[in-house]
């Protein structure tokens, strides 16, 4: 079975600062997406990474995959207050079935 | 181009009753899904569908059914509602396994 692990579950930080969130999975797989939501809203895609070393960058986040260590990070670069939200890790195993990690919520303060 | 739309928004259901959820998407995307994301938890796979007439179950199944009879549409159906099954329902498309899946607004259902 699948298991898809994020840590931290709940970041509170500063604008200005960076930051990692990290997601490991329990099985081998190649694909990994990287998912937003805004309280009571719906999922943003924010990456698609496809293969091992696959780096990802847009604003003030970047992604990568490394799918020897079955680990993917989201690291923060100048946090903003727009950037509070909660962030998803989701796996594709067996093609089709994404498997979510729980959630990191992320609190920037002023 | 409306993406992938999802109604009703809100439903309050007695326990035991029936309602079927609709999902409808624009894109001419082969994949469907529907997810359950229970307060504070990430999102779990209750049905997908690889195209017309094609569905599968994903890890939360029971409870629910599934039909797929044209590429735009895919409703949930709950049969005897429970308590257990509320939740916020949402569900995705995508083109393929490759590319990002688009999400609805969710629809939020009460089981009392």
């Known amino acids: 079975e699948l298991k898809v692990e994020q840590n931290p579950l709940f970041l509170s930080m500063q604008e200005g600062k960076n930051y990692t969130i990290y997601c490991n999975y329990s099985?081998?797989?190649?694909?990994l997406y990287w998912y937003r939501q805004d309280p009571g809203k719906s999922l943003e895609s924010l990456f698609v990474?496809?293969?091992?070393?696959a780096v990802k960058q847009e604003g003030r986040l970047m992604a990568s995959l490394d799918t020897k260590a079955r680990l993917s990070t989201l690291h923060i670069t100048a946090a903003v207050h727009d950037l509070s939200a909660t962030y998803f890790c989701a796996v594709d195993l067996a093609g089709n079935m994404l498997t979510f990690g729980g959630g990191t919520r992320l609190m920037v303060k002023p | 181009n409306a993406g992938v739309t999802q109604t009703p928004k809100f439903r309050i259901l007695k326990i035991g009753q029936s309602m079927t959820l609709q999902c409808a998407q624009d894109m001419n995307h082969n994949y469907m899904y529907w997810y359950r994301q229970d307060p504070g938890m990430g999102l779990k796979l209750i049905y997908y569908s690889v195209g017309a007439g094609i569905t599968d179950k994903g890890e939360v199944p029971n409870g629910y059914n599934v039909s797929r009879s044209t590429t735009e549409d895919f409703p949930l159906r709950l049969e005897l509602a429970a308590p257990s099954q509320t939740s916020v329902y949402f569900c995705?498309?995508?083109?393929?396994?490759?590319?990002?899946?688009?999400f609805g607004q969710g629809t939020r259902l009460t089981v009392v």
């Open positions: 990474l496809l293969s091992n070393g």
């Open positions: 099985t081998t797989s190649d694909r």
């Open positions: 995705a498309s995508s083109y393929n396994r490759n590319t990002e899946a688009f």
